[in-house]
């Protein structure tokens, strides 16, 4: 997947958006919730790859880092709940989008209770 491609399937997502915060890096691209900021994805370049860093539960970190070679220990995150991911491996287009929304998800707000009245 290209990270062209890739950076238009995040944006189609409804509530996320991205931006680039990062004074002087102009190709890292902060993938975010619109309503919390939290991240839930990050898209650089790391030895002249294209590669995204996307959050999963630490149980799918090993998991999906023993079943393809594309995916990796996250660079400069949190290696228990964080994964990097080369665009251009042998994880096809639709495990990239699934992780992506698992990441999404995981990042997500959580809902407020509603305090019932008394």
């Known amino acids: 997947m290209t990270r062209e491609k890739y950076l238009e399937f995040c944006n189609s997502i409804s509530g996320a958006v991205s931006d680039m915060p990062f004074r002087e890096d102009f190709n890292s691209v902060v993938l975010r919730h619109w309503d919390n900021r939290k991240w839930f994805g990050l898209v650089m370049e790391h030895n002249g790859r294209d590669i995204v860093n996307l959050k999963l539960s630490p149980d ?3 998991f999906y880092r ?13 290696k228990t709940h964080w994964i990097t991911l080369y665009l251009d491996s042998d994880v096809p287009e639709e495990e990239i989008k699934n992780l992506t929304m698992i990441s999404f998800e995981l990042t997500a707000s959580r809902k407020k209770r509603r305090r019932v009245g008394i």
């Open 66 to 78: 023993d079943m393809y070679e594309g995916i990796t220990e996250a660079y400069h995150m949190n």
């Open 60 to 62: 799918e970190v090993l």
